[in-house]
């Protein structure tokens, strides 16, 4: 079982029995909580990837990508080998070098504020850098579909935000397939075929012919189907303010889903059983 964003939804309208409009439209709200939850309770390797780039010469800074959370490892070339630098306290990084205009092959960074490392030695020369760390996976909640205008009036551009006439959703242009075909982010609510649809950037104008299929996916919501849905429930039922032997039903489902995430991203993902031997459990 897998979900997508439009199925997600639809389970938790039935669920809760709830398609109340308010509700409805904080849907993305409760998915993108259940999201945060699992990201800062469980380790998964999901939620890393690796970034390349240079250092500057007499540059004690580096910066960080965007979308950065926290470091598990960087690396510098030097002369064709990898190098490990060390991971230290800001204090511990100016001590060490406390003149920045003292330069040499980097062994140590840290966290100077949320947008930059800082280096020590400085740099003498723009070295290779791979950073490998742990970052915050596209929501669900922005997955993608397409829609089919006729009657266009204007050119659509990429990160157009269009609104619909009658219903009043809006979505973002994220790609232009041909000049009658927008591909989308999926609004709250539903588009309606017949309304006119206008970008706010282009001023170009469309009647909408139909709305194509939520077919986005993401790894949570394919391998942690339920930690998902539970964890979405419990913010579902915390707005509704809901009757507290239910809401401890899925706080209680919410954790056993987390902590078969964690024997997955904490035990399983970390070893092998050639070398490990599979897991066990002691006794009870």
């Known amino acids: 079982m897998s979900f997508t964003y439009s199925t997600l939804k639809t389970a938790l309208k039935d669920y809760t029995q709830n398609d109340e409009t308010s509700f409805v439209s904080n849907l993305p709200l409760f998915i993108r909580l259940a999201e945060e939850r699992i990201l800062k309770s469980v380790q998964l390797s999901v939620f890393e990837k690796n970034a390349s780039g240079t250092m500057t010469a007499n540059n004690q800074f580096l910066t960080a990508p965007s979308d950065f959370l926290s470091a598990n490892s960087l690396t510098v070339t030097n002369s064709n080998n990898f190098e490990y630098l060390h991971f230290k306290e800001t204090e511990f ?61 204007g050119t659509f551009t990429t990160s157009d935000t269009i609104t619909g006439s009658s219903s009043g959703e809006t979505a973002t242009v994220s790609a232009l397939p041909s000049s009658t075909v927008l591909t989308t982010t999926i609004p709250s609510g539903d588009f309606t075929v017949g309304e006119t649809i206008t970008g706010s950037s282009s001023g170009a104008t469309g009647t909408l012919v139909s709305a194509g299929s939520d077919i986005t996916e993401s790894w949570i919501s394919e391998n942690g189907e339920l930690a998902l849905l539970y964890g979405s429930l419990v913010e579902c039922y915390t707005y509704m303010k809901g009757e507290q032997d239910v809401m401890a039903m899925y706080n209680s489902r919410f954790a056993e889903s987390l902590a078969r995430l964690k024997n997955l991203g904490e035990a399983k993902q970390i070893t092998d059983e050639f070398t490990s031997g599979p897991l066990t459990k002691a006794r009870t």
Not at 102 to 120: C, E, Q, R, S
Not at 122 to 127: A, I, L, R
């Open 93 to 153: 990084v100016r001590s060490y070098n406390p003149n920045p205009a003292t330069t040499g092959t980097p062994k140590y960074y840290g966290l100077f504020d949320v947008d930059n490392f800082l280096i020590a030695p400085t740099p003498d020369s723009g070295y290779t850098v791979n950073l490998s760390y742990f970052y915050r996976p596209t929501s669900l909640t922005q997955s993608l579909f397409q829609v089919s205008l006729n009657s266009i009036t």
